[in-house]
């Protein structure tokens, strides 16, 4: 059975930092793209910060210059060090594991952690 596991989430004073962890543990064979979302109360869930299995990595706007998302294939773990938080930054923080195949011929499926709040403080 594939899990996402988060951790790193907290309460942080605005222009803090925090860093964010995620690891998927099971049968794993390979991992497409890992990422970060984030879900704000009322509001649907959003990309922050993708990153393939070769480091390609794209990131939403209002967090370029500030968040870096960098991954370990080999622990099958992904990060997200955020810096210069912002109040507007608190919201629960979900990683994703999307095209993971637990063998070489296995269907690729989505996977999604049980999510990190983070809270920032102004």
């Known amino acids: 059975q594939v899990q996402l596991r988060e951790s790193g989430g907290g309460l942080v004073q605005a222009g803090g930092s925090l860093r964010l962890s995620c690891a998927a543990s099971?049968?794993?064979?390979?991992?497409?793209?890992m990422g970060w979302y984030l879900q704000a109360p009322g509001k649907q869930r959003e990309l922050v910060a993708t990153?393939?299995?070769?480091?390609?990595?794209r990131y939403t706007d209002s967090v370029k210059g500030r968040f870096t998302i960098s991954r370990d294939n080999a622990k099958n773990t992904v990060y997200l060090q955020m810096n210069s938080l912002k109040p507007e930054d608190t919201a629960v923080y979900y990683c994703?594991?999307?095209?993971?195949?637990?063998?070489?011929?296995?269907?690729?499926?989505?996977?999604w952690g049980q999510g990190t709040q983070v809270t920032v403080s102004s």
């Open positions: 994703n594991a999307d095209g993971l195949r637990v063998g070489t011929n296995s269907v690729p499926r989505d996977y």
């Open positions: 990153i393939t299995s070769g480091d390609s990595t």
């Open positions: 099971g049968s794993i064979f390979s991992i497409n793209v």
